[in-house]
């Protein structure tokens, strides 16, 4: 079930496909979905694909619809069993229907060169603090942008600025993510981020030589 997807060749762009995790409600404020429709247009306008979770509820299926309706290429990556309950959306230019929640959030990280958390549920918290933790760890270096759209995530910032103080987050082990708090920044953000650790990353490698 594809389409031809955005060519992944090398070039000059430093970010070709962008995971965004948000919720498959809408939230009670209707900035949440302005922000995800201007997120999905923006993608579009800037020829960045987004890879989200196959919904066509809430905030995943406003980003995907105006992604698509841009022009914009989109792949959706859902669990089997969630095919009914989040709705697949069967218009997106590549679905793919994993077997368990594993696999998905596996094949969402490898396709993606950035990752951005909109407002949503547990799930979408779940998988923001992966990503932090995977981060955290050393396991990779990709950009991490939390779109705190009307304050939605300061709660989260809070603990983490509780952890930092008791001495759970330690100097050298600090979790590295951008915060914006306007939903045309996001973009921007994400391609700032990979652009500094591919200039970090060749610096690296010239001081080899």
């Known amino acids: 079930m594809s389409k031809q997807p955005i060519s992944n060749k090398a070039d000059a762009r ?6 965004v ?10 900035t949440y979905r302005s922000a995800a429709r201007t997120l999905g247009k923006a993608l579009a306008e800037q020829k960045i694909g987004l890879i989200y979770g ?14 698509l309706d841009h022009g914009g290429h ?21 679905l793919i229907v994993t077997q368990d929640m594993h696999e ?15 407002p949503g549920g547990i799930g979408t918290l779940e ?8 981060a955290q760890l050393g396991r990779h270096t990709k950009p991490i942008i939390i779109a705190n759209i009307e304050g939605f995530w300061d709660p989260f910032l809070n603990v983490l600025t509780h952890m ?16 914006v708090d306007d939903a045309t920044k996001i973009a921007p953000a994400v391609i700032a981020e990979a652009s500094k650790r591919v ?3 060749d610096e690296a490698i010239l001081t080899k030589f």
């Open 14 to 19: 430093v970010v070709h496909n962008i995971c």
């Open 21 to 30: 995790y948000c919720g498959s409600g809408v939230g009670k404020s209707p």
């Open 54 to 67: 196959g919904g066509d509820l809430g905030l995943m299926g406003d980003i995907a619809h105006t992604t």
């Open 74 to 94: 989109v792949t959706g990556i859902i669990p089997q069993f969630l095919t009914r309950k989040e709705q697949m959306l069967r218009d997106v230019d590549e």
């Open 104 to 118: 998905r959030k596996r094949l969402m990280f490898e396709r993606s060169d950035g990752f951005v958390a909109l």
């Open 127 to 134: 998988e923001l603090v992966e990503q932090l933790t995977w």
């Open 164 to 179: 930092k103080a008791d001495g759970f987050i330690r100097p050298g082990i600090n979790v590295r993510f951008t915060v």
């Open 199 to 201: 200039a970090a990353r």
